[in-house]
């Protein structure tokens, strides 16, 4: 089993930062993928960004390319989404997921372990 705990959330204005942090527990944080999701009301939760079990390999959703980082320290066992310059359009509930079969993935559906969530909310 793995635990997620997302944090980092908030209400920020237009233009500013955030980093999210999604702390793991309950396995070796090095031999699972990991996935930033996120889901605005009335939508389909979608990718935002993965990062693979040894952290040399990232990928991002078009929409947040050259804006968002994805990272890893697996020592703290820990993966962050380092935000920048946010727009309203990425006010959302934002997800932490981990799949230990996968190297990386960014369909939603290949991740078996998710967390509660943080709210972002991005103001205009």
């Known amino acids: 089993q793995v635990r997620l705990v997302e944090s980092g959330g908030g209400l920020v204005q237009a233009g500013a930062s955030l980093r999210l942090s999604c702390a793991a527990s309950g396995r070796t944080f090095s031999t699972y993928a990991m996935g930033w999701f996120r889901q605005a009301p009335g939508k389909e939760r979608e990718f935002v960004a993965g990062?693979?079990?040894?952290?040399?390999?990232?990928y991002y959703a078009d929409s947040v390319k050259g804006r968002f980082t994805i990272s890893r320290d697996i020592a703290e066992n820990t993966v962050y989404l380092q935000m920048n310059s946010l727009k309203p359009e990425d006010t959302a509930v934002y997800y932490c997921?981990?799949?230990?079969?996968?190297?990386?993935?960014?369909?939603?559906?290949?991740?078996?372990?998710w967390g509660q969530g943080t709210q972002v909310t991005v103001s205009s």
């Open positions: 997921a981990a799949e230990v079969a996968l190297d990386y993935s960014v369909i939603k559906y290949e991740y078996h372990y």
């Open positions: 990062i693979s079990r040894s952290g040399h390999s990232s």
